[in-house]
């Protein structure tokens, strides 16, 4: 029943609990009051997350352009596109088990719809406009109405004109907490997103040819949770959860919280044996929770940083405040394990995925997208520069959906060989799925689940599904000028 009549939600209707435990740095909670509230820099103090104890969470995504400040005087506030009244929002956590409701709300000029990046949720709630649900239009509402079934670290963001709605901001974040986690003295969301703005203000261009074709247009200004190198509040000698996300849309970054001993405990929120933070390269989509210890004294700092660059960059300062917690030596602790089903390996047939660029860049004249009833303007872009086994999305002329990368039969396990022909790391997502990844012909592999993959140059990376969820998910890079530019398809489960 996903395409019930949307029931207007009285804002009334929409649970927003726990106000009161969370203090000024909300978007993790520590609990404490900031006792310097001018070291916080505009941006940071984001909004409450959205809980209910019930079995039901609510939440109204209202799309639509709101001016935040995202560079300081004499910059103009931006003109951003967000779900909530300020980026990074909303903060939506609910309990595994719990159900969520959420009414995309259109106040946008244009058509859209929400994809939950990385949920194994059923086919019609995925919010892929035309493969999975009519897109969403002006005035529209539209109502998303699943139980995820796996704890983790999510999010959510629209699937056409990515580039431009996500280049703004347009993107929340979806937190599902496992019942029987280890304690954390926080639990901190940072976003690690560039913008792409000139000195005023104003957004430049959001993909230019030369960008698409080679590794992106990468922004201008970097932030967390759209502050520039802000101050990040943790108890001081805590344990602290940090789920570190690429929201970008281009950049690959490798993250160190430098001054401290801290361990992956997730990847893409898929708990996996901890291991030391010290070489994961996310790609834009790639997620990673990471556990660390607090300075032991209040005033101290920590740096975040992203070392994929030639020089160690600042994006953050985690500062140290409150009474010092009781906490003895550091260990990491392990998260419980998820249950994704088991790709039976023995029985699994290989399914190559060949990413390569197309060997002509193909145009298509205006009224061949106008005559592409699933693939208007604003879901593509009127060139091609990337493939998947040769079919670059869309192919010229049809009149239809195009055919299926591939068709699995439901129940089956695939090994799907994603083969990177390309001078550029591309990171290949799966919707509906989580990727268990087994090898690689050129590194060593950590033994993980993923639901976005970082494939670098010329290599080759087995990963496996067992095909439970039947229905057709999408399959692309998420660096969203290739998937705008053709490395996307979709298979089949049936
Ligand atoms: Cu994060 Cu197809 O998307
Ligand atoms: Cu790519």
């Given at each position: 029943m996903p395409h019930r009549p949307a029931v207007p939600l009285s804002r009334r209707a929409l649970l927003r609990a726990g106000g009161a435990a969370v203090a000024a740095t909300a978007l993790g909670g520590t609990g404490l009051k900031a006792p310097d509230a001018g070291a916080l820099k505009p941006g940071l103090a984001g909004p409450e997350p959205i809980t209910s104890t019930g079995d039901l969470v609510e939440v109204e995504l209202v799309a639509k352009q709101r001016m935040q400040r995202i560079?300081?005087?004499?910059?103009?506030?931006?003109?951003?596109?967000?779900?909530?009244?300020?980026?990074?929002?909303?903060?939506?956590?609910?309990?595994?088990?719990?159900?969520?409701?959420?009414?995309?709300?259109?106040?946008?000029?244009?058509?859209?719809?929400?994809?939950?990046?990385?949920?194994?949720?059923?086919?019609?709630?995925?919010?892929?406009?035309?493969?999975?649900?009519?897109?969403?239009?002006?005035?529209?509402?539209?109502?998303?109405?699943?139980?995820?079934?796996?704890?983790?670290?999510?999010?959510?963001?629209?699937?056409?004109?990515?580039?431009?709605?996500?280049?703004?901001?347009?993107?929340?974040?979806?937190?599902?907490?496992?019942?029987?986690?280890?304690?954390?003295?926080?639990?901190?969301?940072?976003?690690?997103?560039?913008?792409?703005?000139?000195?005023?203000?104003?957004?430049?261009?959001?993909?230019?040819?030369?960008?698409?074709?080679?590794?992106?247009?990468?922004?201008?200004?970097?932030?967390?949770?759209?502050?520039?190198?802000?101050?990040?509040?943790?108890?001081?000698?805590?344990?602290?959860?940090?789920?570190?996300?690429?929201?970008?849309?281009?950049?690959?970054?490798?993250?160190?919280?430098?001054?401290?001993?801290?361990?992956?405990?997730?990847?893409?929120?898929?708990?996996?044996?901890?291991?030391?933070?010290?070489?994961?390269?996310?790609?834009?989509?790639?997620?990673?929770?990471?556990?660390?210890?607090?300075?032991?004294?209040?005033?101290?700092?920590?740096?975040?940083?992203?070392?994929?660059?030639?020089?160690?960059?600042?994006?953050?300062?985690?500062?140290?405040?409150?009474?010092?917690?009781?906490?003895?030596?550091?260990?990491?602790?392990?998260?419980?394990?998820?249950a994704i089903p088991e790709p039976d390996l023995k029985d699994a047939p290989i399914v190559p995925m060949a990413f390569s660029a197309t060997a002509v860049a193909q145009s298509f004249a205006p009224d061949v997208l106008a005559g592409l009833p699933y693939a208007d303007a604003l879901c593509l872009s009127a060139k091609t520069f990337w493939a998947i086994n040769q079919q670059s999305w869309p192919e010229g002329g049809h009149e239809h959906l195009p055919p299926p990368l591939v068709t699995l039969e439901k129940g089956r396990s695939y090994i799907f060989e994603l083969a990177n022909l390309t001078p550029h790391l591309h990171p290949i997502h799966i919707h509906g799925y989580t990727f268990r990844v087994l090898s690689s012909d050129g590194r060593k592999v950590v033994p993980h689940h993923a639901d976005t993959v970082l494939l670098e140059p010329k290599e080759r990376l087995r990963v496996a599904i067992k095909a439970d969820n039947p229905g057709d998910w999408m399959f692309h890079c998420h660096i969203i000028e290739h998937q705008d530019t053709g490395m996307m398809g979709y298979i089949r489960v049936a």
């Open positions: 560079l300081p005087e004499p910059a103009e506030p931006s003109p951003l596109i967000t779900y909530a009244d300020h980026f990074p929002g909303p903060i939506i956590r609910m309990r595994k088990g719990q159900r969520l409701r959420a009414t995309l709300v259109n106040e946008l000029d244009e058509h859209t719809s929400v994809h939950w990046h990385g949920i194994r949720l059923p086919n019609l709630e995925d919010g892929v406009p035309y493969l999975t649900q009519p897109p969403t239009r002006p005035g529209e509402r539209h109502v998303y109405e699943f139980t995820p079934p796996d704890a983790g670290s999510f999010f959510f963001h629209p699937h056409c004109n990515t580039v431009e709605l996500l280049g703004r901001g347009l993107a929340g974040v979806l937190i599902v907490e496992e019942p029987d986690a280890p304690k954390f003295d926080a639990d901190l969301v940072c976003l690690v997103k560039d913008w792409q703005l000139d000195k005023t203000g104003r957004f430049g261009a959001f993909t230019t040819d030369r960008g698409a074709s080679r590794a992106g247009t990468f922004g201008s200004v970097s932030t967390v949770n759209g502050a520039i190198e802000p101050v990040i509040e943790v108890p001081t000698n805590g344990d602290i959860r940090a789920r570190l996300y690429n929201i970008d849309s281009t950049r690959v970054v490798d993250l160190r919280v430098e001054g401290a001993e801290a361990w992956i405990i997730a990847v893409d929120g898929n708990p996996l044996p901890p291991r030391p933070l010290d070489g994961w390269p996310m790609g834009p989509a790639m997620r990673i929770d990471v556990l660390f210890r607090a300075p032991a004294k209040a005033g101290q700092t920590l740096r975040l940083t992203n070392v994929y660059s030639a020089e160690p960059r600042p994006l953050a300062t985690f500062r140290a405040v409150g009474p010092a917690r009781p906490n003895k030596r550091f260990k990491p602790r392990a998260l419980p394990a998820s």
